[in-house]
């Protein structure tokens, strides 16, 4: 039996395999895949369809039932190769519309060069498997140039100023720290992207849509609302935004919005920071969310086929959960999960907090918002983080369930959001291809802070029930 008859399976394939791993590894001792529940080391996909052939073939010599299998081998070549080098490259199981417009491709690339020439056979799988490792060299570098416009490349990742909305000291402020009188009561909004306002116009953001809503009410002083949130930030990062440009402000009061990755993003920036390591930017993040603006109405799911994400640094510290574990703390028991909690996101907040009021002469408090997935199977339905949870699943509560415990014994005060978002009778609060709210989930948020800050006199304004907005 010659080879050129499973090229696909026996060349092909391990071809693919060994250099998309070895560029996966990044240097480490080899990269791992994992299918649902099975983890495979690279290698072995890349010799085990040789091995298995070369066993065959000498096997066939004595054997009639192996002659056999090969010959059924060689007729399912075509078939067997597609299926492998789609799981390879786009990680089973895919959406239905991605296999559907990828596997016909994969196939008629394998029945060509099954039917061309050997040599020629030859140099296209030369050339795939070249293209399958410079490719995503070159989205790499293109992909870290994009970023460097917006953000800087240290662990930080700090907006860059850009003339319009985002400031010289790299927040989404249009103006100056000068430009906030003496009698204006300044709320200082930190948090990621969602207090950012991730795809929302600058008014419709979060934090100035609390500014637009409680002025609306009788207020003793202006409110003037500050946007010091950036996509991807955290309590740790947020910290050190704080303490260097926090005083130019002026706060009367700080606000940190808690995001369901902010427990994760903690302890990875704070890893990264005892190495000293630079920025480590997910990439499949970055493909999927530019695949969803592109491609808004197809499930598409890049994640698998870009695995660029550098190999985890050494550290002298405790271990810090799965990059692929982002919400670890909504599918595992609270239990499991407070004392991660605790070392950071908790440790980093009451860092936050003491600064506040010691440095700044501000008051603090805790605003923490549910994910669409938390309690709602609607809505979101797209977007490129919806495999990495369990809608409503069993344990989405638990960080709520932490607050519901520990809130009376803590210094400042914690407004959860879930009520609002459970009983809203507006839909939809979230993008469809996209986890971040749009323009009415960012205005729920603001109006159901605005009336408990208000209630509770953190704000000088009073709130009239029968106030406009909307949302609620």
Avoid at 40 to 57: F, N, Y
Avoid at 406 to 426: D, N, Q, T, W
Wanted: charged share 20%; aromatic share 12%; net charge neutral.
């Amino acid at each position: 039996m010659r080879i050129r008859g499973v090229l696909g399976t026996v060349v092909v394939v391990p071809a693919v395999a060994l250099f998309l791993g070895a560029f996966e590894a990044c240097g480490s001792f080899g990269a791992r895949w994992t299918w649902g529940e099975v983890s495979v080391d690279h290698r072995l996909v890349t010799l085990s369809l040789p091995v298995a052939w070369g066993i065959a073939r000498l096997a066939a010599r004595r054997f009639a039932l192996a002659r056999g299998l090969l010959g059924v081998w060689e007729k399912a070549d075509p078939w067997l190769a597609t299926l492998l080098l789609h799981a390879i490259l786009f990680r089973w199981p895919p959406t239905v519309f991605v296999a559907a417009f990828t596997l016909p491709l994969l196939l008629v690339f394998v029945v060509a060069v099954r039917r061309a020439p050997l040599l020629t056979a030859v140099y296209t799988a030369a050339i795939v498997v070249t293209l399958a490792f410079v490719v995503p060299r070159v989205l790499s570098a293109r992909l870290i140039a994009r970023i460097a416009e917006v953000h800087d490349l240290s662990v930080d990742h700090r907006l860059e100023p850009d003339g319009a909305e985002v400031n010289a000291d790299g927040i989404r402020f249009q103006g100056r720290p000068g430009d906030l009188a003496e009698e204006d009561h300044v709320v200082l909004f930190l948090g990621d992207s969602f207090t950012y306002g991730s795809r929302l116009p600058y008014r419709d953001s979060y934090p100035y849509a609390f500014e637009d809503y409680v002025n609306q009410g009788e207020c003793a002083a202006p409110v003037r609302a500050v946007n010091f949130g950036w996509i991807s930030s955290s309590p740790l990062l947020s910290l050190r935004l704080l303490r260097e440009i926090g005083y130019k402000y002026r706060p009367d009061l700080v606000v940190y919005n808690l995001d369901m990755t902010d427990f994760h993003d903690d302890l990875r920036y704070e890893r990264d920071l005892r190495s000293e390591g630079d920025l480590e930017i997910d990439w499949a993040e970055v493909a999927n969310l530019v695949a969803n603006q592109w491609w808004p109405w197809g499930p598409v799911d890049v994640r698998a086929g870009l695995r660029l994400d550098r190999a985890p640094k050494a550290t002298d510290g405790a271990a810090v959960p799965l990059e692929e574990d982002r919400f670890f703390v909504t599918s595992r028991p609270l239990e499991q999960t407070r004392a991660d909690i605790e070392r950071g996101v908790m440790k980093n907040l009451a860092a936050m907090h003491a600064f506040a009021v010691d440095v700044l002469d501000a008051s603090f408090v805790l605003v923490v918002y549910p994910r669409a997935y938390q309690y709602s199977k609607q809505e979101s339905p797209r977007n490129w983080e919806a495999d990495r949870y369990e809608r409503l699943g069993r344990y989405a509560m638990e960080p709520f369930r932490y607050f519901d415990q520990v809130a009376a014994g803590l210094p400042y005060p914690v407004v959860s959001l879930l009520s609002a978002f459970e009983k809203s009778k507006r839909f939809p609060l979230f993008f469809r291809g996209d986890p971040h709210w749009n323009r009415f989930g960012a205005a729920l948020a603001a109006e159901t802070v605005a009336r408990h800050l208000g209630a509770a006199g953190w704000v000088p304004c009073r709130l009239p029930e029968g106030l406009p907005g909307g949302s609620l």
